[in-house]
């Protein structure tokens, strides 16, 4: 059962143009949601991240927007590059103390075409 | 500088023979984890050690071990026993088990 949805196995955007990356979560004990960027035949490198307490984050190009009435985030990248083109994984946050674990959602691929 | 370093980052071995991938981070982190990665599993928690000396089960532990002796190892053994060893391994460490991820280069191991 996957508690981290992510939809859209891939996207595809024009360069200049805004990226939208969705997220949807169904355990509302989630309390911090992170994004991460993976190359290929790389290690992921975290992009930003949110806490449950708020609904937007932002850094740079990159916003993420957390609705937790519709148990769902998004990652916007603006405007988008092509050295963005990559998988992006959406993760949650739950528990606490040694009982704290990381659900990954299983990534979408994004292409930035020049 | 500091990080996370995997070793080696490509390993051909024989069907039936044990693995060990090697991890070592400088960056002081208490807690370090070994994830698998497959074409369109997302990532998948196999141990994780939060303290020396500790570690727990992931979701997929069976056919593989690992060992915390020190604070900067978390070397991870691919064992005869894991009927689907090709993969892309990473190891990551964090400053607490809530802290974002660092995750090394990867290691990808093929089973031949």
């Known amino acids: 059962d996957q508690q981290v949805k992510q939809n859209s196995p891939s996207l595809s955007v024009q360069e200049g143009r805004i990226s939208i990356l969705n997220c949807d979560y169904t355990?509302?004990?989630?309390?911090?949601f992170l994004w991460y960027k993976k190359y290929p035949a790389e290690g992921p490198t975290f992009l930003i991240s949110?806490?449950?307490i708020k609904d937007k984050n932002e850094d740079g190009r990159f916003t993420v927007f957390l609705n937790k009435s519709a148990k769902h985030l998004s990652l916007h990248i603006v405007p988008s590059q092509p050295g963005d083109s990559a998988v992006y994984f959406c993760?949650?946050?739950?528990?606490?103390?040694?009982?704290?674990?990381?659900?990954w959602g299983l990534g979408t691929s994004l292409a930035v075409n020049p | 500088d500091g990080g996370i370093t995997q070793s080696p980052k490509y390993l051909f071995r024989k069907e039936g023979q044990n693995v060990t991938l090697s991890c070592e981070q400088n960056?002081?982190?208490?807690?370090m984890y070994w994830y698998r990665q497959d074409p369109g599993q997302g990532l998948r928690l196999i141990y994780y050690?939060?303290?020396?000396?500790?570690?727990q089960k992931g979701d997929i532990a069976e056919g593989y071990s690992v060992s915390r002796e020190k604070k900067e190892s978390f070397p991870l053994t691919v064992t005869s026993a894991q009927k689907n060893p090709t993969a892309f391994y990473l190891c990551?460490?964090?400053?607490?088990?809530?802290?974002?991820?660092?995750f090394g280069e990867g290691s990808r191991l093929t089973v031949l």
């Open positions: 990551a460490s964090s400053i607490t088990s809530a802290g974002e991820l660092f």
């Open positions: 960056l002081n982190h208490d807690a």
């Open positions: 050690s939060q303290i020396v000396n500790d570690f």
């Open positions: 355990n509302s004990m989630f309390d911090y």
């Open positions: 949110i806490s449950s």
């Open positions: 993760a949650a946050s739950v528990g606490a103390g040694n009982n704290r674990k990381l659900i």
